[in-house]
Every structure is written in structure tokens, then in C-alpha cells.
């Protein structure tokens, strides 16, 4: 059974950082683009980061650009979310995701797996 389960989410204050991270059971995650989401009560999903099978290809939405850095280590099948400088606006549950593809992409559309989510709250 193909499974994503993230991890690592929690309260933290303004300013803070946090380590998501993404592992994958049931297939070999370094076949797969993994992108990260987030969605923020009343709004859209929304794409946050991506990185290619390789990990030498990332993307960054503008919003997080020089805060959040992507990287996965596939000999633990897990892609991780470093972020650093945490707003509030950057409350929300982030999800993981996986399309077996070369591009990156942060469009929610298009990604075959998704995990259940984590939730992400920064708040002093």
C-alpha cells in the first residue's frame, strides 16, 4: 500500500523554525517528484515547495522564498521541509505529495499520492 505520512508540525512562535518531514512506505520515493502543500482555513491548497527525483531541481513559491529549503535523502525514502523564519501567515496543514514524473511542479493538480497532512501553527 502506497502511503505518505508527514511529521513534525506543531505551535511555534513568530520568528521560529520547524522540520517537516515527508516518508514514504510502500514505494521508493526516489522515483517520484515530491511536492509540498499547505491549506489554510478558508482557503485554497496551495503548492509551497518541490523537488525533483534527483533533488538537484527545487522550486519555492515567492511567499517562502530564503525561509523554507527543500531536500530529500531517498536511502531513508523521506523528503524534508526546513523552515526558518516562520510567520503567521504561514499557518496551515502541509501536505506531502508524490507524482511519478521528472518535472517539478507546484500545482496541486497533477499529484498521484497525498499524505493526511500536519498541522503547522505560528502564534506568539
Known amino acids: 500500500q502506497l502511503q505518505l505520512v508527514e511529521s513534525g508540525g506543531g505551535l511555534v512562535q513568530p520568528g521560529g523554525s520547524l522540520r517537516l518531514s515527508c516518508a514514504a512506505s510502500?514505494?521508493?520515493?526516489?522515483?517520484?517528484?515530491i511536492g509540498w502543500f499547505r491549506q489554510a482555513p478558508g482557503k485554497e491548497r496551495e503548492g509551497v515547495s518541490c523537488?525533483?527525483?534527483?533533488?538537484?531541481?527545487?522550486q519555492y513559491a515567492d511567499s517562502v522564498k530564503g525561509r523554507f529549503t527543500i531536500s530529500r535523502d531517498n536511502a531513508k525514502n523521506t523528503v524534508f521541509l526546513q523552515m526558518n523564519s516562520l510567520k503567521p501567515e504561514d499557518t496551515a496543514i502541509y501536505y506531502c505529495a508524490a507524482v511519478f514524473r521528472t518535472m517539478c511542479s507546484l500545482q496541486v493538480r497533477g499529484y498521484e499520492y497525498w499524505g493526511q497532512g500536519t498541522q503547522v501553527t505560528v502564534s506568539s
Open positions: 523537488i525533483s527525483r534527483s533533488g538537484i531541481s527545487t
Open positions: 510502500g514505494f521508493i520515493l526516489e522515483y517520484y517528484v
